[in-house]
């Protein structure tokens, strides 16, 4: 099985496991991973050196490419649950996010309107302002944080800028509990470097972000596809289970995908 890059802009219908049936949403290149993450599980595979990277796709061609989709679903009485900004890379990375934001809602109302928006984002751009007040705009704010521990963040993300856990982590405060919390649970080897974010640790240092953050819901889930370093383990159903019921005591409502 090999890494997957979206060749479209919109793409789907897809069975998400998480959120229904899903028509998803790339602003980013259509031949290229674009993130500034290097996440060690990341299904579109390892960042390539940008030297090659494609223009990215203008708000006008997202804006079209979603109202020829939206038009066509319609006439053929096709539903789906959700629009999800997803794709090859990090969305908020667009530098006309929150245009295109605006563009995604006016569509939804026009075509859709029981249909929900939902932006998986690695959390790394809340400090602009245009990408706060987006996400805010939307259905499913989805926000990733895969560990609390620093050491940890830096080696299952491979952030590429000087961002810590501490700064992504006050930038979600921001929010007032208004988010999705993600969090992808994964053991094994980057290399000969050993990796596991569901020790004891990790886990309590996990649960009380958890309580500072107060999300509105917890989504938990491992491994589905293969990720961009072999040596990783998918974390068992049972174990996921076990961490969530360690948030659920405190009344979250915790969604396990396994
Ligand atoms: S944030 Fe998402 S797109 Fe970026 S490297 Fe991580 S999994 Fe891949």
């Keep these: 099985m ?30 290229l991973k674009v993130c500034n993450f290097d996440c060690v599980y ?28 939206l038009c066509d679903m319609m006439l053929a009485a096709e539903k789906i649950d959700v629009i999800t900004f997803a794709g090859n890379g990090e969305p908020t990375l667009h ?3 929150e245009g295109i934001v605006e563009d995604v809602i006016f569509l939804r109302d026009a075509f859709m309107p ?3 928006i939902a932006v998986l984002s690695n959390a790394t751009n809340l400090d602009k302002v245009s990408v706060f007040d987006a996400l805010n705009r939307v259905d499913l ?20 800028g000087n961002k810590n856990v501490c700064d992504i982590i006050q930038d979600l405060k921001r929010f007032k509990g208004k988010f999705i919390l993600q969090t992808m649970f994964v053991s094994g080897w980057v290399g000969n470097v050993e990796v596991d974010n569901t020790t004891d640790e990790e886990i309590e ?19 589905d596809r293969e990720p961009a370093e072999l040596g990783l383990k ?22 396990v995908t396994s």
């Design 2 to 31: 090999a890494n997957i890059l979206f060749d479209q802009l919109v793409f789907g219908p897809i069975k998400s496991r998480r959120l229904g049936v899903s028509l998803g949403l790339n602003l980013l290149p259509t031949k």
């Design 42 to 69: 990341c299904e579109c595979g390892k960042n390539k050196n940008n030297s090659d990277i494609q223009a990215l796709p203008s708000r006008l061609e997202i804006r079209n490419a979603l109202e020829t989709k």
């Design 95 to 97: 530098p006309e996010f």
């Design 114 to 116: 029981h249909v929900k």
């Design 141 to 160: 704010n989805i926000l990733k944080l895969d560990s609390a521990i620093n050491r940890t963040y830096q080696v299952l993300n491979r952030p590429n």
């Design 205 to 223: 240092n996990w649960v009380e972000t958890v309580r500072e953050l107060n999300p509105s819901r917890i989504m938990i889930y491992s491994l």
């Design 234 to 255: 998918k974390v068992s159903a049972a174990k996921l289970n076990e961490i969530a019921a360690k948030v659920k005591k405190y009344s979250y409502k915790v969604l």
